[in-house]
C-alpha cells in the first residue's frame, strides 16, 4: 500500500473556499498513492475555537463534497482528516471521514477525547461514542484523532475490531511535540500495527503546530517523518509485517485483561 499523508500548513488566512481548493488539488497531486490522509480540522481550523460554532456544517457539506470529488478524480482511499460536524440536534462533533476511490462514505468518526480539559473542544464540542473502522485496502484501519492517542484502551478496542494499522488525524503543538512522537509509537509497538499519523504545522491562532508527520511500523520503527514545514510524506506500507510480527511476538495472545474480564 503506498499512503500519502500530506502534512498542511495550518495557517488560516485565505478564505476556506480557497484552502479547501487548494487541499483538493494536493489530494489530485497524488495520483498513484492507495491512501490519501490529510491532517485534523484542516478547513476549520482546529485551534479556532472561537469560531468553531458559526463554522460548523453538515456531515454532508461543501467540504466533503470537494473531498469526495477529489477522491474520486484521484483514484485512492482518502482519509480526509476530520472537519467540524454540525448534527440534526445541532451538536457539533470533530468528525473524521473516510472516502472511496469513488468518492463515496466508507467511515464517519467523531472524536471520543475532546481536548481542553474545562475549555477547547471539552467545552464546545459533543464527544462521540462509536470507536470505528473500516474495511479497505484489503485491511482494517482503525481511526482516531489527535487527543485519541493519549488513551491507549481506544487502540486496544480498534485492534479487537481487527485493525492492522491506526489512521490518526491531528493538529498537534509544537510545545508538546515529543508526546506526539513517543505516543505514536507506543500505540505501534503495544498494537504492533501501523500508524500512520498526520499532524499540521506552522501556526494557527497563534498556536505553534508540532509537524512531524510519521509512519512507524509494528515493531515501532519510524519508517519515514516529516519535518517541521508543510510536505507530502509518502511511504510503501508493507501490510504482511502486521501478521509476521505478530506470530514471531505473539504478545498480544498473553492479554488478560479484556472487556468485561476480571483478574
Known amino acids: 500500500m503506498r499512503a500519502a499523508l500530506i502534512q498542511l500548513d495550518g495557517s488560516l488566512d485565505a478564505p476556506l473556499a480557497e484552502r479547501v481548493e487548494r487541499v483538493a488539488g494536493l489530494v489530485r497531486a497524488q495520483r498513484g498513492a492507495d491512501l490519501v490522509v490529510l491532517p485534523e480540522l484542516w478547513a476549520h481550523g482546529a485551534w479556532a475555537t472561537g ?9 454532508e457539506g461543501a467540504v466533503l463534497a470537494a473531498l469526495r470529488q477529489a477522491a474520486a478524480d484521484t483514484g485512492c482511499v482518502l482519509h480526509g482528516g476530520s472537519m467540524l460536524e454540525r448534527a440534526p440536534d445541532g451538536s457539533v462533533y470533530n468528525t473524521s471521514v473516510v472516502l472511496g476511490p469513488d ?4 467511515a464517519a468518526y467523531r472524536k471520543i477525547h475532546r481536548f481542553g480539559f474545562d475549555g477547547g473542544e471539552a467545552a464546545v464540542l459533543a464527544a462521540g461514542d462509536q470507536v470505528v473502522g473500516v474495511d479497505a485496502l484489503g485491511c482494517r484501519l482503525g481511526l482516531a484523532t489527535c487527543y485519541d492517542l493519549r488513551f491507549p484502551e481506544l487502540f486496544r478496542l480498534l485492534v479487537d475490531d ?3 494499522a491506526f489512521v490518526v488525524a491531528a493538529s498537534w503543538p509544537a510545545r508538546r ?4 512522537q513517543l505516543l505514536a509509537r507506543a500505540r505501534a509497538v503495544e498494537d504492533q500495527a501501523y500508524v500512520l499519523a498526520c499532524g499540521q504545522s506552522g501556526v494557527q491562532d497563534g498556536v505553534e503546530l508540532a509537524g512531524h508527520s510519521a509512519v ?27 501478521a509476521r510480527v505478530r506470530a514471531e511476538f505473539p504478545v498480544l495472545r498473553d ?9
Open 216 to 242: 512507524i511500523d509494528p515493531w515501532g520503527r519510524v519508517v519515514a517523518e516529516a519535518g517541521p514545514d508543510e510536505q507530502v510524506l509518502t511511504v510503501d506500507v508493507d501490510l504482511g509485517d502486521v
Open 51 to 59: 469560531s468553531w460554532a458559526g463554522a460548523a456544517e453538515p456531515l
Open 255 to 263: 492479554r488478560r485483561l479484556t472487556p468485561g474480564s476480571r483478574v
Open 103 to 106: 468518492g463515496a462514505l466508507l
Open 177 to 180: 511535540r515529543e508526546h506526539w
Open 162 to 164: 481487527g485493525a492492522q
